[in-house]
Structure formats: structure tokens, C-alpha cells
């Protein structure tokens, strides 16, 4: 005889309130690792799940990979056994909550790649029972817990509301950021019905300190879009402004602080050498994907994903023409890029447009080298670079080009010792100098 919607609902409240829920977090990065955390933190018991059996054992002897998950931090919950992490599925069965955090990559045809989430589903699906919540958190398009995830999950005999609950909730995590993180960032989350958003608020609110319960899944999922989509745009905006200025000799960068000092209805973005990292130039392709099925063309994003992608272009040009009135080819030139990163102060080099600009001077037959204190090695287009000693390298260099603007670049050295540079980022702002050529 099965125990009634209410009952199910009830024995799940319970479990969460009094921390005795066995909480599953499947994927274990940048996302999953500091969620686990947190419920771990919490006082509840956690499982983390991932497919890579080296990050499994590397967790397990309390030794972390993720920069915003401290050592010190993990090593105490690993030993008092209220973390463990297991590539085995099926303790999927012993569980009462499952976290999906798994990746969302683009295919090379700008289409989404849900291979991470099928896969998890499926293996999720093995092992299901009645009375869990699972909350998917990957960045996805609206529809995908509706439309994909639960019909992996409801069957004849459990009924999602009634004898399981299914949500979705965006990750908001930042890496590196000083002064947000997973237990302060306020956490959107929606169900599929309202029982499924309650259980789901109820969740969150054990560990973290700011719940934003939503009325569904797909409004929750479009709350991430909106969120990144808003970013990609307007980088697109000021990237397109940059263009603008460039051909009418005006200072973008005078123009945009002095905007900036409306104390309303205004907020700043930055030119830059384009748009990397694996959410703002992934995301919203996410969202224009599915509503071409709809029948809209979402138009901002295409543009803007246009005008971002020219970007290096832009600055291999803007460097050809540096060169140019120094008389010299980019051919045979030696070049030498100031960061590669996507963004400063970070080791990634996902869709880092240092790599396209990198390839496109190298097309062009100059000899790039780079310097960048978080990321030793790149390897790209079938061959590798290594990051090189960056004070012999910018003396010697016919063109220094800052692409990423670490805050431990002696740019007074460089300016003092290259000679000539292009900024892509404004890092010389302070220094004025006819062989600073400027975005
Ligand atoms: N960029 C510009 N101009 C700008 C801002 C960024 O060219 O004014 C470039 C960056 O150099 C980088 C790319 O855009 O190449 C993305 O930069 P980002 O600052 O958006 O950093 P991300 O990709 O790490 O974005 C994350 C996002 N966080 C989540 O999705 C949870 C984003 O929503 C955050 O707003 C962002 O971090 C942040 O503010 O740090």
C-alpha cells in the first residue's frame, strides 16, 4: 500500500529538518564540491559522486582541487566520515537528496551538449526510489527539468509531487571571489510543484543563508540565463562602443568612468580582447537555442555573440598596424602576450581569447611567446607554449600585448622597458606614452 503524498512529504521534511537526510551530490567541481561542503558544514551526512576516479580518491584523502574548498576545510569532514565521495551510482539508493551538478558545454555547432545531465539522470534513474528530492543546478535551458529529467524519473507508480520531488536551482558560484560564495550567494530555487518547491526551499535553508523560492523549474532556469545573458550583452554593448570610439580617436575608457559616476540607471562593463570562461559566452547560447524551437530569434545574443567574437580579430589588427608604424611586419615578428587567462586572477583558460589571438598572430607568421603567473603551459592548435620569464621576454619583444591583466605585472617595468605595447585591458591607464596604443 503506498504511504500518502502528504506523509512522503512529511517524512522528507523531517529528514532534512533534523539533518539526518543523506545528501548526494553528484558532480564534483566548482559547483558540487563547495555545495557538499556547505550540507557537510551543516551537519549532514554527504556523499559526493563524480566519474573521475582520481578526483574520487584525491577527495578522499582530503586533498582538494577546487581553490574555494580549502584543504583545512575538507580534511576535517573527510575524517569524521561527514564527506566521502565515491564514483559508485548506486548509493544513489541510500540517499534522500541528489545534487546535479554536472557541465553544460556547447557542441562546436553552438548546440547544447546534455550528455553530462542524460548520463547522471540515467544512472540516478537506476537506482531511484520514492521519497527523494533531486534538484538539478547545471546551467540549462527552460524546459530541461520538465521536459527531460523528470520523465527519466516519474514513473505509473511515483508520482513527482507526491512520491518523489524534483526542482531546479542555478549555481551562482564565483570562483575566487572574495566576498561571495556558496553559503551567502542567495539561492533560486523552483519545483515542479509546489510541494517540490517547498521540500526544495526547506533544503537549501538548512545550509544556506538566503533562500529565493520561485513557482517553477523553468522560471528558475531562466533566472540563470537572464542573469549571464545580461552580462554577454552588455560586453558586447561596450565592445561595439570601443569600435566606435577607436574610429572616432575618442578615450573609451575616459568615456565609460565618467559614466560611471551617474549614480543611477548606469553600470559600468569593459572593453576587452573578447569573451572567455565557461558561462557568459556558453550560457546564453543555452537560451537562443531553444527559443529558435519556440519560433524567436533571440537577436541581442547573436549580435552581441558576434561583436564578441571579433574582438580578437580587432586586437590582432589593432596590433599589425602598432607594428606597422614602428616599420614592421607581423611577420617574423616576436610578440609577447601578458596573460592568457580568461579573466584576471584566475588559472582558466576556457574560450580565453588569448588563445584565439595567439593562433591568429601565429597564422600570420609571428613568433608569439607569453607570460602568465597562473597558467604554466597552453596547448593549442596541436603545439604547446609555456609561460616564459616575462622581464627578458618584454625587452626583447617587438610587441608586448596585455591580453589579461594579472595584478602582478610590473607594468611600470614593462612600460619602462618594452617598446611597444598594445593594452587590451586598460592596465597602463596611468602611464601615457606614444608606444601605448590603447583598445
Ligand atoms: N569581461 C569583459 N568586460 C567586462 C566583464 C567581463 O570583457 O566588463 C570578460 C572577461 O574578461 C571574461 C568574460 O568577459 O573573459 C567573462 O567574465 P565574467 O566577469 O563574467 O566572469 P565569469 O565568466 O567568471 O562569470 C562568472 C559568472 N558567475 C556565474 O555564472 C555563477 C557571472 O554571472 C558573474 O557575474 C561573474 O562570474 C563575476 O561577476 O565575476
Given at each position: ?48 559522486i ?38 559508485d551510482f548506486s548509493v544513489v ?30 544512472e540516478t534513474?537506476k537506482h ?312
Open positions: 500500500m503506498q504511504t500518502s503524498a502528504a506523509t512522503v512529504a512529511e517524512i522528507l521534511a523531517e529528514k532534512i529538518t533534523n539533518r539526518t537526510a543523506r545528501v548526494g551530490i553528484i558532480g564534483l567541481g566548482y559547483v558540487g564540491l563547495p555545495l557538499a561542503m556547505a550540507f557537510a558544514k551543516a551537519g549532514f551526512s554527504v556523499i559526493g563524480d566519474v573521475q576516479e582520481s578526483k574520487v580518491a584525491q577527495l578522499n584523502r582530503g586533498e582538494s582541487y577546487i581553490q574555494d574548498v580549502p584543504g583545512d576545510i575538507l580534511r576535517p569532514l573527510v575524517e569524521s566520515k561527514k564527506f566521502q565521495a565515491t564514483t539508493g541510500t540517499l534522500d537528496t541528489i545534487n546535479i551538478a554536472v557541465p553544460t558545454p556547447l557542441r562546436k555547432t553552438k548546440d547544447p551538449d546534455m550528455s553530462f545531465i542524460v548520463s547522471a539522470c540515467q534513474a531511484f526510489g520514492p521519497g527523494k528530492l533531486v534538484i538539478l543546478e547545471s546551467t540549462t535551458y527552460p524546459g530541461t527539468t520538465d521536459e527531460l529529467v523528470l520523465p527519466m524519473l516519474e514513473t505509473p507508480r511515483m508520482k513527482v509531487g507526491e512520491q518523489f520531488f524534483l526542482c531546479f536551482s542555478p549555481e551562482r558560484v564565483d570562483p575566487g571571489n572574495p566576498n561571495f560564495n556558496t553559503l551567502n550567494i542567495p539561492k533560486v530555487v523552483g519545483g515542479i510543484t509546489p510541494a517540490c518547491t517547498k521540500l526544495g526551499a526547506l533544503f537549501y535553508s538548512q545550509a544556506l543563508e538566503n533562500v529565493v523560492p520561485v513557482s517553477s523549474t523553468s522560471v528558475a532556469e531562466m533566472v540563470k540565463l537572464l542573469e549571464n545573458t545580461f552580462r554577454m550583452i552588455n560586453i558586447g554593448l561596450v565592445n561595439e562602443m570601443a569600435l566606435m570610439c577607436d574610429r572616432m580617436g575618442i578615450n573609451v575608457w575616459e568615456v565609460i568612468d565618467a559614466a560611471a559616476t551617474k549614480p543611477f540607471g548606469f553600470m559600468p562593463f569593459y572593453p576587452g580582447p573578447g569573451l572567455g570562461g565557461h558561462c557568459i559566452p556558453i550560457d546564453p547560447f543555452y537560451l537562443s537555442w531553444k527559443t529558435k524551437q519556440a519560433g524567436i530569434e533571440a537577436r541581442f545574443i547573436e549580435l552581441a555573440g558576434y561583436i564578441n567574437g571579433q574582438m580578437p580579430h580587432f586586437v590582432v589588427d589593432k596590433i599589425q598596424n602598432a607594428l606597422n608604424e614602428h616599420r614592421k611586419p607581423v611577420k617574423g615578428s616576436h610578440i609577447h602576450i601578458l596573460g592568457v587567462a580568461y579573466k584576471r586572477e584566475i588559472d582558466d583558460v576556457r574560450e580565453s581569447p588569448a588563445l584565439d589571438i595567439i593562433l591568429l598572430l601565429e597564422r600570420r607568421g609571428a613568433r608569439v611567446t607569453y607570460s602568465d603567473p597562473y597558467v604554466p603551459k597552453i596547448r593549442l592548435d596541436g603545439h604547446e607554449l609555456f609561460s616564459e620569464d616575462g622581464g627578458a621576454m618584454v625587452a626583447e619583444a617587438d610587441c608586448v600585448v596585455v591580453v589579461t591583466d594579472h595584478a602582478s605585472f610590473d607594468y611600470a617595468g614593462i612600460a619602462a622597458s618594452a617598446k611597444l605595447i598594445v593594452d587590451t585591458r586598460n592596465a597602463f591607464k596611468n602611464h601615457a606614452s606614444a608606444k601605448i596604443v590603447r583598445l
